[in-house]
């Protein structure tokens, strides 16, 4: 209850900042293999990237909002897709009332049924899956490596969003190539 609330409020949040964390899906995969992640991690489902969300705080509330690209491997195949994915952030960590651009979102799916779902546009809550960081012993499903905190629950394409994926997905598949180590 605690995150659907709080991320309705970053959803609100987020369409009053009226977010500019668009950019050209050129330019976003420029920067994913800027960052070496143009192969999936070992082991890995997914990797998701998010150029330079907005963050905004409103007293206590935070909350981050963007747009970005994801690499998601087929469940059962070495067949790769990639699709657009939002994300809405959020936690009761805010400071005063700021605007402000957040450093870049940077996850690796390790959950195959996580990763169908995202194929599938499907909603992604984080509360609903094992979290975690570079700092734990296990990958868990979602493993976050920048722009988001443990302390934030999220949501990878929110369903008030959802009607915008039905005329900007691709569903082109290619082959999967992996790396040994992110």
């Given at each position: 209850?605690?995150?659907?609330?709080?991320?309705?409020?970053?959803?609100?949040?987020?369409?009053?900042?009226?977010?500019?964390?668009?950019?050209?899906?050129?330019?976003?995969?420029?920067?994913?293999q800027k960052n070496g992640i143009s192969h999936l991690p070992r082991d890995a489902y997914g990797?998701?990237?998010?150029?330079?969300?907005?963050?905004?705080?409103?007293?206590?509330?935070?909350?981050?909002?963007?747009?970005?690209?994801?690499?998601?491997?087929?469940?059962?195949?070495?067949?790769?897709?990639?699709?657009?994915?939002?994300?809405?952030?959020?936690?009761?960590?805010?400071?005063?009332?700021?605007?402000?651009?957040?450093?870049?979102?940077?996850?690796?799916?390790?959950?195959?049924?996580?990763?169908?779902?995202?194929?599938?546009?499907?909603?992604?809550?984080?509360?609903?899956?094992?979290?975690?960081?570079?700092?734990?012993?296990?990958?868990?499903?979602?493993?976050?490596?920048?722009?988001?905190?443990m302390t934030q629950g999220f949501v990878l394409n929110p369903s008030e969003w959802q009607f915008?994926?039905?005329?900007?997905?691709?569903?082109?598949?290619?082959?999967?190539?992996?790396?040994?180590?992110?």
């Amino acid at each position: 209850m605690r995150i659907t609330y709080l991320l309705k409020t970053v959803l609100t949040m987020g369409v009053v900042l009226s977010v500019t964390a668009c950019a050209s899906d050129k330019m976003l995969a420029d920067k994913l293999q800027k960052n070496g992640i143009s192969h999936l991690p070992r082991d890995a489902y997914g990797v998701v990237y998010i150029d330079s969300p907005t963050t905004g705080s409103l007293l206590y509330l935070r909350g981050t909002v963007g747009k970005g690209i994801m690499l998601l491997r087929k469940k059962q195949s070495e067949l790769c897709a990639v699709k657009e994915v939002k994300i809405a952030a959020g936690d009761f960590e805010g400071r005063g009332v700021s605007v402000t651009q957040s450093d870049d979102v940077w996850l690796t799916i390790y959950n195959p049924d996580v990763a169908q779902e995202l194929l599938n546009g499907k909603e992604v809550v984080s509360d609903d899956v094992v979290i975690t960081d570079s700092n734990s012993a296990s990958l868990g499903d979602i493993r976050i490596h920048s722009g988001v905190a443990m302390t934030q629950g999220f949501v990878l394409n929110p369903s008030e969003w959802q009607f915008v994926n039905l005329f900007s997905d691709s569903n082109e598949a290619f082959e999967c190539a992996a790396e040994k180590h992110l």
